[in-house]
């Protein structure tokens, strides 16, 4: 019988501990279920993020609460890597979702994850993802959707 082994899908492990390194992350939701629909908890989501991104240091350059997944462009810091702050974010987020009548796990097992190039621009990026409402026809204009933002940049 032969065995199935899950490829790792993540780079080395030491660019998730770089402070220097943006990478852009997006989170989804399991089953693409719209959680995010729910405002109550959205805005709890959007002060946990704030919360446990001052405990660890971790500068978020620009966030952006879809229906049914999450975008984060963020980096390390010295008390927190990438992967740690993700694993962090679900597990909490998993606990406040209960309290609104979601159960189990509300999130895929993974995350997909795209580190920036020298030739990329963050700013760019980070207006790129806030514009993920727009482009998905939620709001005309970036700066009207509540749940989005930049704990960095005044955007």
């Known amino acids: 019988m032969k065995r199935k082994f899950h490829k790792s899908i993540r780079l080395k492990k030491e660019l998730y501990q770089r402070p220097e390194t943006p990478c852009s992350v997006t989170i989804c939701s399991k089953d693409k279920k719209r959680i995010f629909c729910n405002r109550k908890f959205t805005e709890e989501s959007i002060t946990l993020l704030k919360k446990i991104t001052c405990k660890n240091e971790i500068p978020i350059y620009a966030y952006c609460f879809m229906p049914d997944h999450l975008h984060l462009l963020l980096s390390a810091s010295l008390k927190k890597g990438i992967i740690a702050f993700v694993r962090e974010f679900k597990g909490l987020s998993t606990k406040i979702a209960w309290k609104y009548s979601f159960e189990g796990t509300i999130w895929q097992k993974s995350f997909y994850d795209h580190f920036l190039r020298k030739e990329e621009d963050l700013q760019t990026t980070c207006l790129y993802i806030l514009n993920n ?15 989005s933002g930049s704990l960095v940049f005044d955007l």
């Open 133 to 147: 409402p727009v482009r998905a026809g939620l709001v005309q204009n970036y700066e009207k959707y509540p749940f």
